[in-house]
């Protein structure tokens, strides 16, 4: 499902935009069935898996069982259920717009990171397809880059760089008369 929304190319480029190297420790919040964990994983990275989704967090598990290395939470991406200072990379692709407070969501991934550390967001741009509310649950239209800029250095991130990709997310609504097509920004900061 989540290919026909958007490509692997998207991770690709929030993990390489980390830095993150084999043996360190990442956080990815809103995992959902694990697309960027997966990532994280066979790059030898070990990961704590945040979603408030208990059956989401079953299929993260039954997909990437076998690599021993990923810690599955449940747990609130507002109150996120990790210790401060703690990892190494906080990455979400695709949760901070089901959030009602994306400035806290951010807050809390600088809070567990250590120093040193990077948050990696990737998510919509801001659009005005609304049918993603009614649809998908989406709590927001995306996010203009100038508010997503704001929240790092709210946060304390420093080096902050907000980019739109090349990459799309593609949804079409049910009734099959509405299209998406919305641009993907890659959002990286450094605490
Ligand atoms: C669109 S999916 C993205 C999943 C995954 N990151 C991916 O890239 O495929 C959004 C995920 O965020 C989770 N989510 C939404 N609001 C959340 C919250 N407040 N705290 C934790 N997880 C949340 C949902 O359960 C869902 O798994």
């Known amino acids: 499902m989540r290919a026909s929304f958007f490509s692997e190319s998207v991770r690709e480029l929030a993990i390489s935009a980390s830095g993150a190297k084999a043996g360190e420790l990442a956080a990815d919040i809103g995992a959902g069935s694990g697309f960027i964990t997966e990532g994280l994983v066979t790059r030898g990275l070990s990961v704590i898996a945040v979603d408030q989704s208990e059956a989401m967090l079953r299929e993260l598990k039954r997909k990437l069982a076998s690599a021993g290395t990923v810690d599955c ?6 109150a996120l259920p990790i ?3 703690s990892v190494d990379y906080a990455f979400s692709n695709m949760c901070l ?8 969501g951010v807050k809390e991934m600088a809070r567990v990171v250590k120093l040193g550390g990077k948050v990696v967001i990737t998510d919509l741009v801001e659009h005005d397809f609304e049918f993603l509310k009614d649809e998908c649950h989406d709590h927001w239209l995306g996010f203009k880059k100038e508010s997503v800029r704001r929240w790092f250095k709210a946060a304390g991130l420093t080096g902050v760089s907000v980019r739109s990709t090349r990459e799309r997310c593609l949804s079409s609504s049910s009734c099959g008369h509405c ?13």
């Not at 998406?180 to 990286?188: C, D, E, H, K, S």
């Open 73 to 78: 939470r449940i747990g609130d991406a507002l």
């Open 83 to 85: 210790s401060n200072d």
């Open 97 to 104: 717009h089901h959030v009602d407070n994306p400035s806290r």
């Open 179 to 191: 299209r998406a097509n919305v641009g993907i920004f890659l959002a990286v900061g450094e605490k």
